[in-house]
């Protein structure tokens, strides 16, 4: 892991509000844990909610008196989208974090054998979900001090191999709308440079706890634990914003 995009992340989150979608995978719900331990409000949305249910009791159950709220949200529809974001800072009075954290892979054999319905699924599932967001988002974060709009990237959108076009394709455009979103929040701060954030978190692949279970003979090289990943988010606000905006945070050796 690069220790250049770790930080401890105790203290720089107390008080804040930080929404995660895609909350109910064990990403989801590894993050949540920690963003609550670190004394954030934490608002999740997933597209199952008995998953998310379970993510949002779990993390309440570990971090007694943490506020940690979750809601079914369609993040293919950007009203929807732009409506959980304002319910969410009229209720919490601010927004400082978006974590996006919805993902999901389709890959083939071969480069000729991709299928194309592979990337009509994952269009929506890696790309519009964080257009839907990052819109939704912007101005909130912007009226924040310390806002920041976080994706989660893989290794293979900067190196794609032959069965991963439509993923890593899609990753990459992905990663190519979060910096757009950078530019915008550095042009907001001027001279000044940005006081919000948006930037990458790049892995070559995520392991939790069920994965070793039903593999205990993998070495899972070079994955990045769910439980650093959600170290790894939080610990971003703990550097400056022009530190961070606009840039991709390697959690492993860059290609």
């Known amino acids: ?151 989660i990237s893989a290794a293979g959108a900067s190196k794609p191999t032959a069965g991963n076009a439509a993923y890593s394709a899609a990753k990459a455009a992905a990663e190519a709308w979060t910096l757009a979103l950078g530019d915008a929040f550095r042009k907001a701060g001027g001279d000044d440079g940005p006081r919000t954030a948006a930037a990458i978190l790049v892995v070559k692949a995520l392991v939790h706890d069920a994965m070793r279970a039903e593999r205990p003979n993998a070495k899972f090289a070079g994955f990045t634990d769910v439980t650093e990943l959600a170290e790894a988010i939080t610990g971003v606000w703990d550097r400056p914003a022009t530190e961070v905006n606009g840039k991709r945070l390697w959690l492993t050796p860059q290609p």
């Open 1 to 151: 892991m690069n220790p250049d995009a770790t930080g401890s992340g105790t203290g720089a989150l107390e008080g804040a509000v930080v929404a995660v979608a895609g909350a109910a995978g064990p990403a989801g719900r590894a993050t949540l844990l920690r963003l609550a331990e670190a004394g954030a409000t934490v608002v999740g949305c997933d597209a199952h909610p008995e998953r998310l249910a379970e993510a949002v009791d779990a993390a309440r159950y570990a971090h007694g008196g943490a506020t940690v709220t979750g809601e079914t949200v369609d993040l293919l529809d950007p009203d929807a989208t732009r409506d959980w974001a304002e319910r969410t800072e009229a209720e919490f009075g601010r927004v400082d974090g978006l974590v996006h954290l919805v993902g999901g892979w389709r890959g083939s054999p071969s480069f000729q054998e991709t299928v194309l319905s592979d990337w009509d699924a994952l269009e929506k599932l890696l790309i519009r979900t964080v257009q839907s967001t990052s819109l939704a988002f912007q101005e909130a974060l912007e009226r924040s001090d310390k806002g920041r709009y976080l994706l």
